[in-house]
């Protein structure tokens, strides 16, 4: 079971869109829709972002959406803004009653 | 309000025991999956495993299996996760996370985590 793959970092100017991709397997990213995102700033705890590929938890700007074709999944963050500056995770359900996470892509807002 | 709410933060020796707990509130504790989730220094996420508190069900990841055992005292509402000799390479953050639609669901919930520190 291996970590899903993610950019190291991505980065992108206030107001633009950024998309972080997150490739698996047919085991994992491509064999389920469960798929979700999570934010994470310095110190604090992650914080759910997309759920179940492209849901949007109550609470998380519309700016965020996600989606997925085959193995690979993908988040966009569109009107870039600087509290959007943190780490994402992805993380995808791997079957056996397991889960597994993406390496984790550093957000740097110019 | 929903929450979670870790254990302090543990210094603790090479071959030392240790059982750090996660209380919920604020919901049926007994009806959602309850997660634990390592992250070591500087480091990514990991799942670690997972236990259903209304009947103790419990999975875990491969990589955990053998290393870790997970419990949960549903008359307290409390989950936890123990090691029987830790490790300098245990030492990280531990967090605890609600899973909200089953073993497979998105974690909606997270405790602020329970830092670990194994140093002789």
């Known amino acids: 079971q291996s970590a899903l793959t993610q950019p190291a970092s991505v980065s992108g100017s206030p107001g633009q869109s950024i998309t972080i991709s997150c490739t698996g397997t047919?085991?994992?990213?491509?064999?389920?829709?469960?798929v979700s995102w999570y934010q994470q700033h310095p110190g604090k705890a992650p914080k759910l972002m997309i759920y179940?590929?492209?849901k949007r938890p109550s609470g998380v700007s519309n700016r965020f959406s996600g989606s997925k074709s085959g193995n690979t999944a993908s988040l966009t963050i569109s009107g870039l803004q600087a509290e959007d500056e943190a780490d994402y995770y992805c993380?995808?359900?791997?079957?056996?009653?397991?889960?597994?996470f993406g390496g984790g892509t550093k957000l740097t807002v110019l | 309000e929903v929450q979670l709410v870790q254990s302090g933060a543990e210094v603790k020796k090479p071959g030392e025991s240790l059982k750090i707990s996660c209380k919920g509130s604020g919901y049926s504790f007994t009806s959602y999956w309850i997660g634990w989730v390592r992250q070591m220094p500087g480091k990514g996420l990991e799942w670690m495993g997972i236990?259903?508190?209304?009947?103790?069900?419990?999975r875990y990841s491969p990589s955990f299996q053998g290393q870790v055992t997970i419990s949960a005292d549903k008359s307290i509402s409390t989950a936890y996760l123990q090691w029987s000799s830790l490790k300098a390479s245990d030492t990280a953050m531990y967090y605890c996370a609600r899973h909200e639609s089953g073993i497979a669901g998105d974690m909606d919930v997270w405790g602020k985590g329970t830092t670990v520190t194994v140093s002789s």
């Open positions: 236990i259903y508190p209304g009947d103790s069900d419990t």
């Open positions: 047919s085991s994992d990213v491509g064999g389920y829709n469960y």
């Open positions: 993380c995808s359900y791997a079957g056996s009653s397991t889960l597994v």
């Open positions: 179940d590929v492209s």
